[in-house]
């Protein structure tokens, strides 16, 4: 299997790229400038539910056709996704904290 590196910093490029438009959101009267964190935390969270969803999507496809493309892009895939939802729910862990002054453990997407 040829090295998945390639597509690794494709998809960490088209991220950055993206995610450098939470900059661009305007201030919120009760939020401020953290607003634009919160807005870059959802946007993240979407981001990573479609690649875990293109990863299974891969995945199936590796098992009923076998295609060493499919391998290679589900590693790429793991590499990026994986991490990138963990730091995700460090910033929405964070974004709680600083926006609503405490974690809500009991809320259902966080547990």
């Known amino acids: 299997m040829r090295t998945p590196w ?4 494709a998809a960490l490029a088209f991220m950055l790229a993206t995610g450098g438009l939470a900059l661009s959101v305007p201030i919120d009267s009760k939020l ?6 919160v807005t870059f935390h959802g946007a993240s ?6 690649m875990f969803t293109l990863l299974g999507i891969v995945g199936l496809v590796y098992l009923v056709r076998r295609r060493e493309g499919a391998l290679r892009w589900g590693a790429a895939l793991r590499y990026v996704a994986l991490p990138l939802w963990m730091v995700n729910t460090g910033l929405g862990v964070l974004s709680s904290k600083l926006a609503w002054g405490a974690i809500n453990w009991s809320e259902p997407r966080l547990q």
Do not use: I, Y
């Open 6 to 9: 390639p597509k690794v910093a």
């Open 32 to 37: 401020g400038r953290l607003v634009r964190f």
């Open 45 to 50: 969270t979407w981001v990573n539910m479609a």
